[in-house]
C-alpha cells in the first residue's frame, strides 16, 4: 500500500522533503526561547543589569522571528505538497477506472468508487499534511525539550520520564480501540453514499411513486449508522484531554514542589524553573500532538488501503501482447458460451470490508453463427441473457467459457480500441452528456462534420426534431438528457453510434421508447442505407425484428431458436407464445387501432 501511495507524490518530492526540513529549523529555534528566557530572568531581570535584559531580549525576538518565518514557509511548502499528493492520487485512480471492465465497476460498485474519489483522498490530504508537519514538529519537540531539561537539571527531567510513560500506556489503549472503528466508518461512508447516489438518480421514480418517505428512512439508516460509529470514535478520543489534563496537572505540581526545595537550596534558579515550566507544556503537547497524530494516521491508512485498492486493480479485460488493430468484416459467431456474472457481498459489520464473490450463471453453451451484413433480431423474456450476449461482442465483458468472433477472429485477440471501434453498441441504458446536441454526436467520431451528423441523424430518424429545436444542432442537453423525451434520446445514441461506422451496430432495445412508426422507419433505412453493416436487434416487440434476416430466441440464458419469423412461428413454441400474447395485445399501444401507419403494417 505504502509503495503503492508514495509513488504519486511525483513532482511534489521537493516539496514533500522542504517542508520537514522547514519545520524541523521552527522547532529548534522555538525551543532555544524558554533557554534564553531563563537566561534574561536570571542574569538580567534578578541580577538587575539592563543591558543583559536587552541582549537576551533582542536574541529572543531574533529567535521568535526566525520560527515565525520557517513555520510560514514549513506551511506553504506542506500545502503544496499535499494538494498535489491529492490530485495525483485522484488522476491515478481516474486514470486506472477508465481501463476498468464492467466486472471491476461490478465489483467496487459506483458509489464505492465515488466516496474512495473524494472522502478517502480529502483524509489522505489531511494525513500527509499532517505527517510532514506534525509527525517532525511532535517528536523533534518532545527529544528538544528533553534534552533541554536535561541541561538544565536532571533530577526534575525524571517527572517527564514517568509522565510519559503513564501518557503512552494510556494512549496506546485508546487509540487502538478507536482504530477498529475508524476502519468500519468506511463503509458506511459508501452505504450512505449509494443512498443519495441512487436517490439523485431516480428522483423522478421516487416522486411518481410517492416513496419520499421511504427513501428519506433509508438514508436516516445509514445517516444513523455513520453516527452511531462517530459518536463512538469520537468519545474514545475524548479521553485524550483529561488524561492528559491529568498528566500534565500532575507535572506542574510535582515540579512546583521539588523545585521549590531546590531553589531553596540554590541549586536551582528561578529562570530555570520558569524555563522547566515551558517544557513541561511543551513536553505534553507533543505527547498530545503524537496520539491526534496515531489516531489521525490510523483513520488515514483504512483510507489508504482503499485507494491503494483502486490504483493496483488490473483490470480484468486488457489488450493481448500483440493486438489484431483491423476487423476484416461483420461475421460473428459464438461457440460453447458461458457466461457468469460475479456477484460481490460487502461485509458491513468486519471492519476488513471482506468480499465474498459468489457466481451467478447468465448463459449456457451459447452457440450460432452470423454472417456479415445479416440483419438479425434477437427476442426473449426480462433475464434471459439478451443484454449479456452482447456485452461480450465488444468485450464489457469476457466469457467464463467458449469463444466469442469478430470477423473470423476471437475478440480476445484484438486491440481493445479497434474492437469497440468496429463493434458499436447502442447499450439499453442511454446516456447524453452535458453540452450540445453536436458534442454529443461526436463522441461517435470527434473529427465529424455537420453533414456526417446529420446523415447519421436522418437514418436514426432524429434530424426533424433536432431541426425544430431552437438552436438546431447547437441546441444544449442538459446533463443526463433531462432536456429531450426518451425516444429522442435513444435516437440520439443510436446516430452518435452510426458516426463511427462500424462493422457490427447492437441496438440493445434501443428503440422501446420510439413509437412504432418512428421503429420502422429506422429499420427501413438501415435495409436501405447499411447493407454491409451487420445489425443486431435486441428487442422486446415481435413489431421490431419480424423483418430481420434471422432472429435469435433466448430464454433461461440458452438459444431455442434461430430461424426466419416464418419459421419460428411454425417450430419455436417460446416464438409462437410471445407473437400469440402481443397480437392479442394488438403489439404495443402505439399500434392499435387507427394509430396502424402503413409503415408498420409492412413489418
Known amino acids: ?9 511525483g513532482d511534489y518530492r521537493v516539496a514533500s522533503l522542504m517542508t520537514p526540513v522547514l519545520t524541523a529549523l521552527e522547532v529548534v529555534t522555538d525551543v532555544l526561547i524558554p533557554y534564553v528566557t531563563a537566561r534574561l530572568i536570571d542574569r538580567g531581570i534578578v541580577a538587575g543589569d539592563m543591558e543583559q535584559v536587552y541582549r537576551y531580549g533582542l536574541l529572543m525576538m531574533g529567535l521568535a522571528l526566525l520560527s515565525l518565518c520557517f513555520g510560514v514557509l514549513a506551511a506553504r511548502q506542506g500545502a503544496r505538497a499535499a494538494t498535489g499528493f491529492a490530485s495525483n492520487l485522484r488522476q491515478a485512480m481516474y486514470r486506472n477506472i477508465q481501463t476498468f471492465a464492467f466486472s471491476n465497476i ?76 475508524f476502519a468500519q466508518v468506511f463503509v458506511q461512508y459508501d452505504n450512505l453514499n449509494q443512498s443519495v447516489q441512487e436517490n439523485v438518480q431516480a428522483i423522478r421514480v421516487v416522486k411518481a411513486f410517492v416513496r419520499e418517505d421511504f427513501e428519506n428512512k433509508k438514508f436516516s439508516r445509514a445517516a444513523e449508522g455513520l453516527y452511531r ?11 485524550n484531554h483529561p488524561v492528559m489534563n491529568l498528566v500534565m496537572y500532575g507535572c506542574i505540581m510535582a515540579l512546583s514542589w521539588w523545585g521549590a526545595h531546590y531553589i531553596v537550596g540554590g541549586t536551582l534558579t528561578t529562570g530555570e524553573l520558569a524555563s522547566l515550566f515551558t517544557y513541561v507544556m511543551s513536553i505534553l503537547m507533543s505527547l498530545m500532538m503524537l496520539s491526534m497524530i496515531f489516531v489521525m494516521l490510523t483513520q488515514s491508512a483504512a483510507s489508504g488501503r482503499r485507494v491503494a485498492e483502486i490504483i493496483d486493480e488490473e483490470a480484468d479485460i486488457v489488450n493481448p501482447e500483440n493486438p489484431l488493430m483491423q476487423v476484416s468484416d461483420g461475421r460473428l459467431s459464438f461457440h460453447n458460451v458461458r457466461f457468469d456474472y460475479p456477484v460481490v ?70 486491440d481493445l480500441t479497434t474492437l469497440r471501434n468496429a463493434v458499436s453498441v447502442v447499450l439499453q441504458q442511454n446516456t447524453l452528456f452535458s453540452g450540445t446536441v453536436l458534442d454529443n454526436l461526436r463522441w461517435g467520431k470527434a473529427d465529424a462534420t455537420l453533414d456526417d451528423c446529420r446523415r447519421a441523424c436522418r437514418l436514426a430518424q432524429a434530424d426533424d426534431f433536432i431541426m425544430q429545436m431552437a438552436e438546431g444542432y447547437e441546441s444544449r442537453i442538459e446533463q443526463g438528457g433531462t432536456n429531450v423525451s426518451g425516444g429522442q434520446k435513444q ?13 457490427i ?49 433466448m430464454s433461461g440464458g440458452q438459444v431455442t431458436g434461430f430461424d426466419t419469423h416464418e419459421n419460428l412461428l411454425k417450430s419455436n413454441q417460446l416464438y409462437q407464445e410471445i407473437c400469440a400474447i402481443q397480437n392479442a395485445d394488438r403489439g404495443d399501444f402505439d399500434a392499435r387501432g387507427k394509430e396502424v401507419t402503413d409503415e408498420a403494417a409492412k413489418l
Open 491 to 503: 435516437r440520439l445514441c443510436i446516430a452518435r453510434a452510426l458516426l463511427k461506422n462500424p462493422k
Open 1 to 9: 500500500m505504502l509503495k503503492t501511495l508514495f509513488r504519486q507524490i
Open 345 to 414: 457481498r460487502k461485509n458491513d459489520v468486519k471492519p476488513s470490508d471482506e468480499k465474498v464473490h459468489h457466481r451467478r450463471s447468465a448463459l449456457y453453451n451459447v452457440t450460432f453463427d452470423i454472417r456479415s451484413g445479416e440483419t438479425i433480431g434477437v427476442i426473449g423474456g426480462t433475464g434471459s441473457g439478451k443484454s449479456t450476449l452482447v456485452n461480450l461482442v465488444s468485450r464489457l465483458y469476457d466469457t467464463t467459457q467458449g469463444d466469442v468472433l469478430v470477423g473470423g477472429h476471437n475478440v480476445k485477440e484484438y
Open 505 to 553: 451496430l447492437v441496438l440493445d432495445d434501443s428503440t422501446s421508447a420510439c413509437d412504432t412508426a418512428t421503429d420502422a422507419h429506422i429499420q427501413r433505412a438501415f435495409r436501405e442505407e447499411l447493407p454491409g453493416m451487420t445489425k443486431i436487434i435486441i428487442a422486446q416487440r415481435i413489431s421490431s425484428v419480424r423483418s430481420c434476416d434471422r432472429i435469435l430466441v
Open 229 to 239: 460509529l462517530y459518536v463512538k470514535a469520537e468519545g474514545l478520543m475524548a479521553l
Open 106 to 181: 461490478d465489483k467496487f460498485s459506483t458509489s464505492g468508487l465515488v466516496t474512495r474519489m473524494t472522502t478517502d483522498v480529502n483524509n489522505l490530504q489531511s494525513a500527509y499534511q499532517q505527517i510532514l508537519r506534525v509527525t517532525v514538529r511532535a517528536p523533534f519537540r518532545l527529544l528538544l525539550s528533553v534534552l533541554m531539561c536535561l541541561v538544565i537539571d536532571a533530577r526534575l527531567s525524571l517527572i517527564f520520564v514517568v509522565a510519559i510513560l503513564i501518557l503512552g500506556f494510556s494512549l496506546y489503549h485508546i487509540i487502538s480501540r478507536v482504530s477498529r472503528l
